[in-house]
């Protein structure tokens, strides 16, 4: 009778170490999801913000055009003033581009990484019959 005592005392103790396991692994896959998707949201925002600076320097490309067209006599002083303001413009937003590119290029590569790191801690947990951690 008391080996079946003690028998049960270590399946539940097993059985409530591995829910307790699974819950923490389950959280941390909440953070892991929750992370990647602010990730997303600020890429997607720097992305509407590059978009939109584009757009302006298009607005001012079109408008230099238009001046040249409308009178050919105009200072080419004034003209080359703003063709080096736009060139500063577009290679500015060019490094923010590529800033922006290796910050998410980072943070998506650690997320993937974390995930496939819990991925093989369920799946190590999941073959092991004892429920004994070894990490």
Same mark, same amino acid.
């Given at each position: 009778?008391?080996?079946?005592?003690?028998?049960?005392?270590?399946?539940?103790?097993?059985?409530?170490?591995?829910?307790?396991?699974?819950?923490?692994v389950?959280?941390?896959?909440?953070?892991?999801?929750?992370?990647?998707?602010? +990730?997303?949201?600020?890429? =997607?925002?720097? *992305?509407?913000?590059?978009?939109?600076?584009?757009? %302006? !320097? @298009?607005?001012?490309? /079109?408008?230099?055009?238009?001046?040249?067209?409308?009178? +050919?006599?105009?200072?080419v =002083?004034?003209? *080359?003033?703003?063709?080096?303001?736009?060139?500063? %413009? !577009? @290679?500015?937003?060019? /490094?923010?581009?590529?800033?922006?590119?290796?910050?998410?290029?980072?943070?998506?590569?650690?997320?993937? *990484?974390?995930?496939?790191?819990?991925?093989?801690?369920?799946?190590?947990?999941g073959?092991?019959?004892?429920?004994?951690?070894?990490?």
């Amino acid at each position: 009778m008391e080996l079946i005592y003690f028998i049960s005392g270590i399946l539940t103790v097993g059985v409530v170490y591995g829910v307790i396991l699974l819950r923490s692994v389950k959280s941390s896959h909440t953070e892991l999801l929750a992370r990647h998707q602010s +990730q997303s949201n600020i890429s =997607s925002i720097r *992305n509407a913000d590059l978009d939109d600076q584009l757009d %302006s !320097l @298009k607005l001012l490309i /079109g408008d230099i055009q238009g001046k040249m067209e409308k009178d +050919q006599y105009e200072s080419v =002083s004034e003209i *080359n003033k703003e063709i080096k303001a736009l060139g500063t %413009s !577009l @290679k500015e937003t060019v /490094g923010r581009m590529d800033f922006a590119m290796k910050s998410n290029e980072k943070n998506f590569s650690t997320v993937f *990484n974390d995930v496939q790191q819990l991925k093989n801690n369920v799946k190590i947990l999941g073959q092991d019959p004892n429920f004994v951690s070894r990490y």
